[in-house]
């Protein structure tokens, strides 16, 4: 028996895009001069001058503002007061857009972004141990800044502390990743349960309607049925 299966094209895979960047500046450990602040502020609004009447519309508006600042920031970069950083993608204050990138490597599991984050930081904080740092010393204030940006989101409780220390850090971040990673675990499950829901009702509606005997029209009327 040969059967004549139909060849049905399968939807291809979606591109992964990420959103394209801005010029990235920082500002320098010595803060400007009122002179160099003023000349800064000049230049940018010499370039981007102020509407008398605002007219125009509110995203006009703003990116004008963008347009100004970033012009300030490249007077202060000339100055040597700022440093530039990345490559611009786009202007600062225009619509952001998308730019296709590579998938990521097929071994990776799929983990959200908070979690690659809360684990980078763990991984961090076990170098400084096995470097030899004591873990009841302070942490920098740059730490200091990342653990918290990362945990507020990943720590529910509000009344967990702020971890000051590297011992607080690695316990507040290995509790962060198993709550964080058991999240995940129940989303997946949830996905799996629904796509299998919706796959097996489907294939025994299939087979109920290929299975079920030929009905035939029946051979008596509904006056015989009184």
């Known amino acids: 028996v040969v059967y004549d299966l139909q060849q049905v094209p399968q939807p291809a895979a979606p591109t992964p895009v990420r959103l394209t960047r801005c010029t990235v500046y920082e500002w320098g450990t010595n803060p400007p001069t009122d ?104 942490l920098p204030a740059d730490d200091q800044q990342r653990l918290r940006r990362v945990l507020c989101p990943a720590n529910q409780d509000a009344a967990t502390p702020e971890p000051t220390t590297l011992r607080q850090a690695l316990h507040q971040l290995s509790d962060a990743i198993a709550r964080e990673a058991r999240a995940v675990a129940a989303g997946n499950a949830l996905v799996w349960r629904r796509r299998f829901a919706t796959f097996s009702t489907d294939t025994w509606q299939a087979a109920s309607a290929a299975i079920r005997p030929p009905s035939h029209a029946p051979a008596f009327t509904a006056d015989e049925m009184r």
Not at 51 to 73: G, K, V
């Open 35 to 138: 002179e160099q602040r003023e000349t800064i502020m000049t230049t940018a609004s010499d370039l981007h001058p102020h509407e008398q009447h605002t007219t125009s519309s509110l995203y006009r508006r703003w990116q004008r503002w963008h347009h100004r600042a970033e012009a300030a920031l490249v007077v202060a970069a000339s100055m040597g007061l700022a440093t530039r950083g990345g490559t611009a993608e786009r202007p600062k204050g225009s619509m952001p857009t998308n730019k296709p990138t590579a998938p990521g490597p097929a071994h990776r599991p799929d983990e959200t972004v908070r979690l690659r984050r809360l684990k980078r930081l763990h991984r961090a904080c076990a170098e400084r141990c096995r470097q030899g740092h004591p873990l009841e010393r302070p």
